[in-house]
Nanobody, 114 residues
Framework: QAQVVESGGGLVQPGGSLRLSCVASGFNVSRYDMGWYRQAPGTQRDYVAL???????KVTNSVKGRFTISRDNAKNTVYLQMNSLTPEDTGVYYCNNWGRSLDWGQGTQVTVSS
């Protein structure tokens, strides 16, 4: 059964850092373009970061220079390193393949607050 499990979220102060993990099972992340998505309170779920199978990465403008997406094929895991966090980064973070063919899971909650 192909699925992903997100972890690593929590409560952090503005300016802090978190590293989110997306552990895949039932498929190899090396074979698929993988993305991170975020849903802030009262908003739709939006793209945050993308990593292609070739290793090319892209992040949405609001997190450029602060967030980095990466992949460890041996661990079948995609990461999102989040630095210089602001309250606007608060939300539930999800991962999926870029085709969004997996059912959305529970995600991991990130709350940035002092």
């Amino acid at each position: 059964q192909a699925q992903v499990v997100e972890s690593g979220g929590g409560l952090v102060q503005p300016g802090g850092s978190l590293r989110l993990s997306c552990v895949a099972s039932g498929f190899n992340v090396s074979r698929y373009d993988m993305g991170w998505y975020r849903q802030a309170p009262g908003t739709q779920r939006d793209y945050v970061a993308l990593i292609l199978t070739a290793g090319i990465t892209k992040v949405t403008n609001s997190v450029k220079g602060r967030f980095t997406i990466s992949r460890d094929n041996a661990k079948n895991t995609v990461y999102l390193q989040m630095n210089s966090l602001t309250p606007e980064d608060t939300g539930v973070y999800y991962c999926n393949n870029w085709g969004r063919s997996l059912d959305w899971g529970q995600g991991t909650q990130v709350t940035v607050s002092s």
